[in-house]
């Protein structure tokens, strides 16, 4: 500490001869080179003290003759020129000087009480003890910069004097509110921002440390894991390295917090950081993770604390903590989201990105689980609410394509039945996945089950209106119209079918139930003329119809079109049967599988028969009224809705009903 005490009074220009003769010798034992940058240094110095000095005369000694006859800087000069003994302050040295001596020397505590007496001094202390403290609190940030850039212990003793002086700032603040000063003139009073100010000091270097991340839009998870393990074996080291001395002056304390506050503040820049994937995310949160079980260990050590560590603890780590989960679990639910979007879009084919779903959700839920089992749970519950949302926001999306002016074409509909099996899959897989609440389930397959409902509903009621308005016409006309329908479901089913969903059966015999229904009422109630070419006409363009119908549903069902009921089949066989006993045979089978059958429906297919004499019809409508039953069941109710007016017998003209 002699050391150091001789060296400020080389500086300065003052202090006794022994201390010059000690600075000459020291000099004369340097090399040249060292000890012109030595000189360099010194005035360099002694220059900037100068300067400070100055400004604080302007102030401190305004108005006095000595300052109107020469300029601060000679002042100054003067000033730093002269002694800095207890004889000189003996002999009557102004106060001032002496605080600028205290101030220049390092000794801070000693010129806050000296500022503080001149403060309630009366004679416009009060104005020159703030220009005081301006001056003090500049030269202590300066030592502090100096500690903060290097490892020179002659920094120790000023850097002491700062901590003194923080506490002696609390203590004074302390006694004024003790003795009831107004609480204003405490909050403006100038030493009470310095421990702002010294955070600020720290902050500036501590931030200054942290390399900057590559780019804005580095998306590259290599970058980050280098960056991260920068932070972690140099800018960290670092820090603890510069905080013995910190720790030696009483600071560190306010040290290790400005350390926890710059770390954080960069993790969460890096965490705001919209161009992150989840995986970038995760690193992050992961090391963060490691950094606080390390801290944990250091702190379960004898002797340490976390407020003494530079290890950043959980008053520190909780809250990026909390903020790196929250992203995580945003972008986890932005990718799902997507994902899904992608995979059922109502506009598009069903691509097969369905597995893209799982194998993002698996994905997720997986490297989540590496990291943390918590957060592994979070993550699943995040991905399964946001799949409810997905469907929600779908049974709407369904419900505004129903609502649609003019009919949906067939396609669009047995899409979105597709996207619904698909999603049921897809649902049924993740529970295998996460673990699926009985609640979230109830929800899922609620969704499912209406937006089915609804679409079948809808594509059922399309078939129906598309095929009863070509059959209007068509066994007058006998055009193809009727043919391009089938010819279009059959495309659409087989490409539907190409899944095989658990719906496309029920599907397509629902449809063939309609086509058959709607056949057998254009049939039955289209005017019948006695021209027997008109009627051999309708009986083959019947077996056409029929032929095309059977090749239809057995390529689309397979081996399942034979359980299909086919009340065409059965009139053909009845019409093309020659001798009237035949045609009682043939009879007999349509009753037992069609006993909704009436005897105007009979009628209206007899007439289709050539050359029927008025006897065997008589006969066959005898036979019909001996053999019909009433049905028990609804399972064939196939011509109880089809409505025939009776028509009359082209032989006697009689209402054959």
């Known amino acids: 500490m002699h050391k150091r005490k001789h060296s400020w009074a080389a500086i300065v220009g003052g202090g006794n001869k022994k201390g010059e003769k000690m600075a000459g010798e020291n000099a004369r034992m340097l090399p040249k080179a060292t000890h012109e940058e030595r000189k360099k240094q010194e005035a360099k110095k002694k220059e900037k003290l100068k300067t400070l000095a100055g400004k604080l005369l302007k102030t401190a000694v305004g108005g006095k003759e000595t300052v109107e ?12 020129k002269r002694p800095s003994s207890r004889k000189g302050e003996e002999r009557g040295m102004p106060a001032e000087e002496t605080i600028c001596r205290f101030i220049e ?20 202390g009060m104005g020159k003890s703030e220009s005081l403290y301006v001056l003090l609190a500049e030269r202590m940030w300066t030592v502090v910069g100096e500690a903060l850039g290097g490892s020179d212990r002659m920094l120790l003793e000023p850097l002491q004097s700062v901590g003194e002086s923080l506490k002696w700032e609390k203590q004074k603040e302390a006694e004024w509110l003790g003795n009831g000063l107004e609480t204003d003139s405490v909050s403006t009073w100038s030493p009470n921002f310095w421990r702002k100010d010294l955070e600020k000091t720290l902050m500036q270097y501590m931030t200054a440390q942290i390399p900057l991340f590559a780019s804005s839009t580095n998306t590259d998870e290599t970058a980050l894991k280098q960056h991260l393990s920068h932070l972690e074996t140099t800018f960290l080291p670092r820090l603890e390295h510069r905080s013995d001395v910190f720790k030696e002056a009483g600071l560190l304390v306010t040290y290790a917090r400005c350390c926890h506050a710059s770390l954080c503040s960069h993790l969460a820049t890096l965490t705001d950081r919209n161009c992150f994937s989840f995986s970038q995310s995760l690193l992050i949160y992961g090391w963060i993770i490691k950094i606080y079980k390390r801290g944990s260990q250091a702190w379960e050590r004898p002797g340490h604390s976390p407020q003494h560590s530079l290890s950043p603890g959980a008053h520190c780590l909780v809250w990026i903590l909390c903020k790196t989960e929250e992203k995580l679990l945003a972008i986890a639910r932005k990718e799902v989201g997507k994902a899904l979007k992608e995979a059922f879009d109502i506009g598009k084919p069903p691509c097969g990105a369905d597995a893209a779903v799982i194998e993002i959700l698996t994905e997720k839920t997986e490297t989540a689980r590496r990291v943390s089992e918590s957060l592994c749970e979070k993550v699943e519950a995040e991905c399964l609410e946001e799949c409810l949302r997905f ?3 779908y049974e709407d999306e369904v419900r505004s394509f129903l609502q649609l002016d003019g009919c949906p074409q067939i396609c669009s509909s047995l899409r979105i039945l597709e996207n619904c099996c698909l999603l049921r899959t897809v649902w049924h897989k993740l529970t295998y996945i996460c673990s699926v609440s009985t609640d979230q389930n109830v929800k899922v397959n609620g969704f499912l089950h209406r937006m089915e409902d609804d679409i079948m509903e809808h594509f059922l009621q399309t078939i129906t209106t598309k095929v009863k308005r070509t059959l209007k016409d068509h066994f007058k006309k006998c055009d193809s119209g009727f043919d391009h329908i089938l010819e279009s479901l059959k495309q659409n089913f087989l490409t539907f079918g190409k899944k095989k969903t658990d719906i496309y059966e029920a599907l397509v015999n629902a449809v063939n139930a309609i086509i058959i229904t709607e056949y057998m009422q254009a049939l039955l109630t289209t005017p019948r003329k006695p021209s027997a070419m008109q009627r051999r006409r309708i009986v083959n363009k019947m077996e056409e119809d029929h032929r095309m119908m059977q090749a239809i549903f057995k390529e689309c069902l397979g081996p399942a079109a034979g359980s299909l009921k086919d009340p065409i089949k059965a009139i053909l066989e009845l019409v093309q049967t020659s001798d009237p006993e035949g045609m009682k045979i043939a009879l007999l089978p349509i009753l037992k599988e069609f006993p909704d059958l009436r005897k105007e429906h009979l009628s209206a297919v007899l007439d289709m028969k050539d050359s029927l004499s008025r006897e065997d019809r008589a006969a066959l409508l005898k036979a019909f009224h001996d053999n019909c039953r009433e049905s028990e069941t609804e399972a064939n109710m196939l011509f109880a809705d089809i409505e025939v007016k009776p028509s009359k017998c082209g032989l006697c003209g009689c209402l054959c009903c």
């Open 105 to 124: 020397q390092g000794k801070f505590l000693e010129a806050c009480d000296q500022i503080h007496n001149l403060e309630h001094s009366g004679n416009d």
């Open 69 to 80: 006859k020469a300029g601060a800087e000679d002042v100054a000069g003067n000033l730093l």
């Open 391 to 393: 469907l929600e926001s």
